[in-house]
């Protein structure tokens, strides 16, 4: 699948969907494929204050915990609440499912993160490693 | 290393390769895990195992030299039979655990986890040599590369494998096998035996008729439902029905009576490797013991996350998961003594972040026993 180009994207395998100020943050095709039949989301409280790179939420995979970290800084202002019952439409779709919603403090931030053909040529190159 | 069967797993779209001590092995095919978990509880999955290790004990004393090895008891067993037991050091730590096939009076396959073939091995022979002088010890050989051995696990898997056989599979019991049954021509010692918790055959063949018998099983039942399955489901299943799995819930620290194993500790046998150290354990008291528990918080327990009781470290994880039949988070946990009986509520560190538990009566999952079981 590949990755669509209007979203933006981290080195750690996550995606954002700008509207505004506020960013939509959910994990990439690539990582919902390396972490296998996801079991469990960790999602984080709406209102919680988070900085670019901290860890904002938790994805529980069969074989792993792999962590979310907030690329960018800003507030929690909704959570996707079916992921509680559903945590497999990450594998389903994941660049349909976003697991929260930030109203992002420093917009600027955006500027260091990935487009689609940079994100491409990373796991493209990851895979060669 | 590689199994007969990793050619074939290429020709599967979707299956993933992980290295597991050395093997390529699948970890799951295109299914996923959970549906591979669910369709051995529902219906039957084939598993290619052909990584396990076979070593065989033959000749004058072979008997004698394998009780002494394992906790077990060997001398008791009938031709035909097989038996679960862990192997012990002197000390009492786990060396590996096996399963013991009696093939004659004085012949038995040893199933060993395949990390441990050589380990086993080894410590075979040198211990074998404190039974008897070695002029007189049983011989012991590794097989492994000539034999292949696939599980074929499920409450369907009777019904389905019957299709391939004029052998009626009803008549092998739990814990016994039958040699030279002949599956769509491949001739096969069929066991039923398994590590899914479920009822179902481990199927063991030439290591050059691994392939022929894994498409002629699939294809026959496939058509009814049954997958491929790997290693992820093996091990999502084993947890479910507390099946110990060596690394994790047993090694050489940790011995088979705080794994819960006792029941295949048989102290009253006679002299064994590694009863003196179990036996004052025993007396003594345990320290530790492995227990199930069932997450209050969610979040999935890990190997080697630490538990604690009262801001104590009491313990650590040694497995866990997010049950695909249960749907609540489990793990099988190795605590203090004092913070094992079931209720007791417990905490795990999920990386900094204290989670609470409660430990649960295990196994986990129990599968309905056919009737004709029911008087067992």
């Known amino acids: ?129 | 290393m590689r199994t007969p069967l990793y050619d074939l797993y290429s020709t599967y779209p979707g299956v993933k390769i992980i290295d597991f001590a050395g093997w390529e092995m699948p970890l799951n095919f295109a299914a996923g895990i959970i549906a591979e978990h669910r369709r051995v509880r529902e219906g039957a999955g084939l598993f290619d195992v052909s990584h396990m290790g076979e070593l065989f004990l033959e000749g004058a004393g072979s008997a004698e030299t394998l009780d002494w090895l394992v906790t077990n008891d060997v001398r008791g067993m009938e031709v035909g039979q097989a038996i679960y037991t862990p192997m012990c050091t002197p000390d009492g730590g786990t060396i590996d655990d096996l399963i013991i096939y009696r093939l004659g009076p004085e012949r038995f396959m040893v199933v060993v986890n395949a990390a441990n073939t050589a380990k086993d091995l080894a410590w075979m022979n040198v211990e074998s040599r404190k039974v008897r002088p070695a002029a007189l010890a049983a011989t012991i050989t590794d097989r492994s590369r000539e034999i292949a051995l696939l599980a074929f696990q499920g409450p369907k898997a009777e019904a389905w494998l019957s299709g391939l056989t004029a052998t009626d599979l009803s008549k092998i019991r739990p814990f016994r096998f039958a040699s030279g049954v002949l599956l769509s021509g491949v001739e096969a010692t069929v066991a039923r035996t398994g590590y899914t918790g479920e009822d179902g055959f481990e199927l063991f063949v030439a290591a050059e008729e691994a392939a022929r018998l894994w498409r002629t099983i699939l294809d026959a039942s496939g058509t009814l439902g049954a997958l491929p399955c790997g290693l992820g489901a093996r091990d999502s299943l084993r947890i479910e029905a507390r099946l110990p799995l060596f690394g994790q819930e047993l090694d050489g620290s940790i011995g088979p009576l705080e794994a819960g194993l006792a029941s295949f500790v048989k102290m009253e046998k006679g002299e064994f490797c590694g009863r003196a150290a179990l036996r004052e354990q025993k007396e003594r008291g345990l320290r530790r013991v492995l227990r199930g528990c069932e997450m209050i918080d969610r979040g999935v327990p890990r190997h080697g996350y630490i538990v604690y009781g009262d801001n104590s470290e009491i313990g650590v994880v040694t497995s866990g998961e997010r049950s695909p039949t249960l749907d609540t988070f489990i793990g099988l946990v190795l605590v203090s003594r004092e913070w094992s009986e079931i209720g007791t509520e417990i905490d795990i560190d999920f990386a900094g972040k204290r989670k609470r538990a409660r430990i649960v009566k295990t196994p986990f999952y129990r599968r309905r026993r056919a009737e004709h079981e029911q008087s067992e």
């Open chain 1, 1 to 129: 699948m590949s990755s669509p180009s209007d979203l933006r994207y981290t080195k750690e395998h996550e995606w954002i969907r700008v509207e505004g100020r506020r960013a939509a943050v959910g994990i990439t095709d690539h990582a919902q494929e390396s972490l296998g039949d996801i079991v469990y989301v960790e999602i984080p409280t709406v209102g919680a204050e988070v900085a670019r790179g901290e860890e904002a939420s938790t994805v529980e995979s069969v074989k792993a915990s792999s962590p979310i970290f907030a690329p960018v800084s800003g507030k929690i202002v909704e959570v996707n609440a079916a992921l509680d019952k559903n945590p497999e439409l990450l594998n389903q779709k994941p660049y349909e499912t976003f697991v929260f919603v930030m109203e992002m403090s420093e917009p600027s931030e955006l500027d260091d993160l990935l487009s689609s053909a940079q994100y491409e040529a990373l796991v493209g190159k990851e895979a060669q490693a």
